[in-house]
Structure formats: C-alpha cells, structure tokens
C-alpha cells in the first residue's frame, strides 16, 4: 500500500507546480493552494493531508494565513519553520500592496482614498485600522496600519496615529477599519473614535478628513453618515475583480 501510495504521488509536486506556472491558482480549492506553499515549507512528502488538515481546523486559507504562529504550530506536522512560510505570505502581500499604491498620487475624494486602501483591507478576517496619509496638497504620502483587533482600543489607535502622521509628515489623513460582522453601518463607537482622534491629531496640525468603514466591497464613510444621518458610501473594485 505504501508503495502504491508511493507511486501516485510521484511527480505530483512538479505537475502542481507546473500548473500553477501555466494557468496560475485561479479555481483552485484553498487546500490546494496551501498544499503548493508548504511545498516550500516541508520539502518531502505527501503535505496533501495537513493541508486539508489546516484547511479543517482553521475554515479557510484567509483562516489558516491569519492563524497565529503558536495555534498553527498546535497542528501536527507544523513546526517553527511552516508556521514562518506561512506568516511571511501575507507579511509580503502587504509590502507588495503598498509597493503599488502609488506614493506621490494626488486623493481629493473619499472614493479615491477607499480605492487606495481597499486593497490593505480585502479579504481581512480580523478587524484591522489603517491611516492614509497626505501632505498639504493632498498628494500620497502613505498607508500604514495602526491595529489589529477592537478598534474601540483607542489609546493604541490614538497613538500610533499620532505617531505615523508624524514621521510622514502629514498635513491631512483618513482613518479606516473593517467590520468583520458583516454590518455596513459605523457605530456609536466608530463615530466616537472619529472624533477623538480628530480631536487628538488637530492640534499637531493634521486634519482627519473622514473614517472609512469597510465591509465586503462596500465603503461607507462616518463624515456622510453623521452629516446625512444615514450611511453613505459606495461599491468598490478589490484585487481580483481588476
């Protein structure tokens, strides 16, 4: 059995390469996207079985490449080494991201700056806080995050904040965070935090334009929301549907 077991899987991990190669992941299952990245992590055998495994226990390859080091290490066949493989994707995605978001480009509009940060939120299982940052003539200075988790963690947010408008420079930003509940309607406490961050940024001379939520495609913007007192925002085009 083992050798028959053996023989099947010969040459599978050069074909799934040379698939990938040609036609890239896209229909792909996301154990099988997994299975071609531990790959690189595990160099012999069969890694079908702990992918599926992974897969399993943390619902979705989002799921497994947002897990922390010590939870996919609780995985058997997970060691030190995988866990790392799997932490430096989405760490590069990031960099890749803000390689591409064009520093020096010039946002007058709130559909403009959803556009720039909605690649750093897509796809997030975790509730996560960005700034945008511009300089006096609203050109691009930066996208950096603030948080991960409850963004009603405001003395975090407040400094970090501070902090990175600081060291950019800037002259006016734009505050965003997902809701992973599904829900696009910002809540007293995101309007809270609006204005204690503006409040707190005022007076090292930047301006917080507006905070930006974002759930699912959506964007909805607190600014319009209080002004209107209803949500106002609009679609947006994510990685993928380019």
Request: proline share 5%; with cysteine.
């Amino acid at each position: 059995m083992a050798e028959k077991k053996k023989v099947i899987h010969t040459g599978h991990r050069g074909r799934v390469k040379e698939e990938f190669r040609a036609r890239g992941i896209e229909g792909w299952p996301d154990h099988r996207v997994l299975e071609l990245i531990l790959f690189y992590a595990i160099p012999q055998g069969d890694v079908n079985p702990l992918a599926h495994e992974l897969i399993d226990r943390f619902g979705s390859l989002a799921g497994v490449l947002d897990a922390l080091p010590e939870e996919l290490m609780k995985v058997k066949g997970m060691g030190e080494h995988s866990a790392t493989m799997l932490k430096l994707f989405p760490a590069v995605l990031g960099r890749y991201v803000e390689g591409r978001t064009g520093v020096g480009q010039i946002i007058h509009t709130v559909a403009e700056a959803g556009h720039v940060l909605a690649p750093y939120l897509y796809g997030a299982q975790n509730e996560m806080t960005y700034i945008l940052c511009l300089d006096a003539k609203e050109k691009l200075l930066g996208v950096r995050r603030l948080s991960e988790g409850n963004i009603r963690n405001s003395d975090v947010t407040i400094r970090r904040a501070a902090e990175e408008c600081l060291a950019l420079r800037a002259s006016f930003c734009y505050l965003a965070h997902n809701h992973v509940s599904g829900l696009a309607l910002p809540s007293p406490e995101d309007m809270n935090t609006t204005n204690v961050i503006r409040g707190a940024l005022e007076p090292l001379g930047v301006h917080l334009v507006d905070h930006l939520v974002f759930v699912e495609g959506e964007l909805v913007s607190v600014q319009e929301t209080v002004a209107t007192g209803k949500p106002g925002g609009f679609r947006l085009v994510y990685p993928g549907q380019w």
